[in-house]
């Protein structure tokens, strides 16, 4: 990495699982800030073909003008890596940003697993729910405290 991108560079770790529209999206952002992104997805090469589609996007935002960010394209794109189990995704982050369908019981079962990981009492852990409240995935977790709603287009949960 050259200097000048190291200095664009983020030292904190951003955790995504999901690689569907939405986590791919969350990746780009955070690498576009010039956080490092570990991206995982349950399914077997799920994120090799989402990193060829982030590649894909990420160039035509270049092209089109609206790259976010000051890094390259190539500088983003080197960013967003694979995560090959949860563990490895979730191990020292800072963020991690939940990307998986909307089910209860799926939300429920990956955040019991992901409070299993948490390494910092800082680390926010977040959840893309369009309509699940996180009290309803959240009731028995440790690191209960440090689950909240990102979502792209979230609303207020009362």
């Not at 664009?8 to 010039?34: C, D, P, Q, Y």
């Not at 590649?55 to 500088?75: D, F, I, Y």
């Not at 699940?132 to 689950?147: C, K």
């Amino acid at each position: 990495m050259s200097d000048s991108l190291s200095s664009a560079v983020m030292s904190e770790k951003v955790g995504i699982i999901g690689s569907g529209l939405i986590g791919r999206s969350w990746a780009m952002l955070f690498a576009a800030g010039g956080f490092r992104v570990s991206l995982y997805d349950s399914q077997e090469n799920a994120v090799a073909e989402a990193r060829k589609l982030i590649l894909q996007q990420l160039t035509t935002l270049q092209q089109q003008g609206l790259l976010r960010g000051t890094l390259s394209v190539e500088a983003q794109f080197e960013l967003i890596t694979e995560a090959h189990s949860l563990e490895d995704c979730v191990t020292n982050a800072s963020y991690i940003q939940e990307c998986v369908p909307e089910n209860l019981e799926l939300k429920i079962k990956l955040f019991t697993l992901i409070d299993q990981f948490v390494d910092d009492p800082d680390m926010v852990l977040a959840s893309s729910s369009s309509c699940i409240p996180p009290s309803q995935f959240s009731e028995n977790l440790t690191h209960r405290a440090q689950v909240l709603v990102a979502h792209p287009v979230s609303f207020a949960l009362f």
